[in-house]
C-alpha cells in the first residue's frame, strides 16, 4: 500500500534551469510533507517542509509547493546546481509522527 | 553538535545467522527512530522510541527483529535468525520530541547484506 508515491524515478535538468520533482499522496490524514535529500553513502538530510494548511512554503532556491485537493506536491529548485544531484525523498507525516516515504527520485543536474 | 551515529557501516552475514546495529543519537533528542531501507525504496519506520518506551512497532517483524532503548540513550536493533529478504540499509534517526514539525536527524546507516 504505497501512500507517498514518486512516480519518476529520475530527472535529468542542465545547471542553471529548474528543477521540479513530483509527489502524489493518497492518504488524507497527512498534516505534514517533508522533502529530504541524500547522497550515497550517507543518510537522508532534511531539506524543506510544508504544513497542510499552507500551500507553499520557499527557503532559498527550494520551494514546495502544496495541491490539497489533488493530494500533490511539488519541489522546485531554482537555479539548479552540479552539487543538487542527490536522491529526493518525499515523506509524509501522520498525527504522531510517524513518517511515511516515497521511493524517491534520483536527480541529475548536468553542468 | 554531533549528529547520529551507527555502527557498524556495513555487515555482511550468512542466512540464519545473527546480527546487531548499535544508534547513538543526537544529544538530548528524546525520542529515536529504526527504518529499513530496502534498494529502490524509500526508508520504512520500524519501530519509533520515546525516551526509552515504544512508541509504535506496528511494522517491526517481531518473529525476528528485536530493539531495546536502554537508559533513554542509545538504542540496539538485532536481527536473529536473519533473511535474504533483510538485505537493506537500516537507518537510524533521532529528533527531539514527537510532535509533527520535529525534524528527524538521520545516521549514515548500516548495509546489511544476507547471503
Known amino acids: 500500500d504505497q501512500q507517498v508515491k514518486q512516480n519518476s524515478p529520475s530527472l535529468s535538468v542542465q545547471e542553471g534551469r529548474i528543477s521540479i520533482l513530483n509527489c502524489d499522496y493518497t492518504?488524507?490524514?497527512?498534516?505534514?510533507f517533508l522533502w529530504y535529500k541524500k547522497y550515497p553513502a550517507e543518510g537522508p538530510t532534511f531539506l524543506i517542509s510544508i504544513s497542510s494548511i499552507k500551500d507553499k512554503n520557499e527557503d532559498g532556491r527550494f520551494t514546495v509547493f502544496l495541491n490539497k485537493s489533488a493530494k500533490h506536491l511539488s519541489l522546485h529548485i531554482v537555479p539548479s546546481q552540479p552539487g543538487d544531484s542527490a536522491v529526493y525523498f518525499c515523506?509524509?507525516?501522520?498525527?504522531?509522527?510517524?513518517?511515511?516515504f516515497g521511493a524517491g527520485t534520483i536527480l541529475r543536474v548536468k553542468s | 553538535e554531533a549528529g547520529v551515529a551507527q555502527s557498524p557501516r556495513y555487515k555482511i552475514i550468512e542466512k540464519r545467522q545473527s546480527v546487531a546495529f548499535w544508534c547513538n543519537p543526537i544529544s538530548g533528542h528524546a525520542t529515536l527512530y529504526w527504518y529499513q531501507q530496502i534498494l529502490g525504496q524509500g526508508p520504512k519506520l520500524l519501530i519509533q522510541?520515546?525516551?526509552?518506551?515504544?512508541?509504535?512497532d506496528s511494522q517491526l517483524p517481531k518473529d525476528r527483529f528485536s530493539a531495546e532503548r536502554l537508559k533513554g540513550v542509545d538504542s540496539t536493533l538485532k536481527i536473529q535468525p536473519a533473511k535474504l529478504e533483510d538485505s537493506a540499509v537500516y537507518l537510524c534517526a533521532s529528533s527531539s520530541g514527537g510532535a509533527s514539525t520535529d525534524t528527524q536527524y538521520f545516521g549514515p546507516g548500516t548495509r546489511l547484506t544476507v547471503l
Open positions: 515523506a509524509a507525516k501522520k498525527y504522531g509522527n510517524k513518517l511515511v
Open positions: 522510541f520515546q525516551n526509552n518506551g515504544v512508541v509504535d
Open positions: 492518504n488524507s490524514m497527512f498534516d505534514y
